[in-house]
């Protein structure tokens, strides 16, 4: 999820975005269903371009993209006018390497639904993914500052990673400071600043945050792996062993427990 980091090569906004625009369209299906046209009776047409949306969305999320298409591609002679089918068949395409015609389903998406975020997240997903950062974050901050979006704090950071992989650094670290204003338990968040801050050398601001984290939320074994690395930085064996502990006790079969091990090993040859 880290872009320094080798334990987590997978950015939050590709994992994460993904995941929420296709339960958004799982969810929007019912929205959709429950808008009554004039005469106050659901329309059979957009109700079966709901149950299209949505178990094409499941498809797409399975990884079953021929279904997925089927159904998609149905919902959407059913519904033409629907945003959010045109914003899961942007997934769809972009899935299918199809980039033009992803960006082109993502843009009519927006042109129905300017506003909606959900669907600027999704835009905003695949012009990050395609070097197009400037765009990107404008629409995850769109997103974020939109009042009926409930999880700012996720947009927010979202917006410092593309920026980050645009080597934006200090563009990055505001949008990070933006998230955690908005929710500082957000541990995405520290950990994204935190290793930012890492790579800067700012140690002790970053071991200062992950801490603050850890003292008042649950253990997460990225920002005890983070911390870790932050204490061998400052050459504080008792700090690196406070976290190693830690996170050999809560996550004993983690990823980053072993990558810690691996770690030790490699720095302690026999």
């Known amino acids: 999820m880290n872009m320094g980091n080798a334990s987590r090569t997978v950015s939050p906004w590709r994992t994460g ?24 009776e659901p329309s059979r047409l957009s109700q079966a371009a709901a149950v299209n949306l949505q178990l094409g969305s499941g498809y797409l999320q399975q990884g079953n993209l021929a279904l997925a298409k089927q159904k998609l591609e149905r919902a959407l002679s059913e519904d033409p006018h629907n945003p959010q089918i045109h914003s899961t068949l942007g997934l769809l395409d972009e899935r299918l390497g199809k980039d033009k015609e992803a960006d082109q389903e993502y843009r009519t998406s927006l042109s129905l639904a300017p506003h909606d975020p959900a669907l600027l997240n999704n835009y905003a997903v ?22 009926l979006y ?15 992989q645009a080597h934006h650094d200090a563009e990055a670290q505001e949008l990070f400071v933006r998230a ?38 649950t253990s997460n074994a990225d920002l005890l792996l983070l911390g870790w690395r932050l204490a061998q930085a400052q050459s504080d064996a008792t700090g ?6 830690r996170l050999a006790r809560d996550f004993p079969d983690s990823e980053q427990s072993r990558a810690l091990a691996a770690s030790v090993a490699n720095q302690n040859p026999r």
């Open 17 to 40: 975005l993904l995941a929420s625009g296709l339960l958004a369209a799982l969810g929007i299906g019912a929205c959709a269903s429950n808008k009554p046209p004039p005469s106050h």
């Open 240 to 245: 690196a062993d406070g976290y190693a502990r």
């Open 180 to 217: 955690l204003r908005s929710n500082p338990s957000y541990a995405e968040a520290v950990y994204q600043a935190s290793d930012l801050d890492f790579s800067q050398q700012k140690y002790a601001a970053a071991r200062l945050r992950i801490d603050f984290y850890l003292m008042n939320n």
């Open 126 to 147: 695949f012009l990050c993914s395609h070097n197009r950062a400037t765009e990107g974050v404008r629409n995850f901050e769109e997103a974020a500052t939109n009042p």
């Open 150 to 164: 409930r999880s700012p704090w996720a947009a927010f950071t979202n917006a410092g990673v593309c920026s980050r």
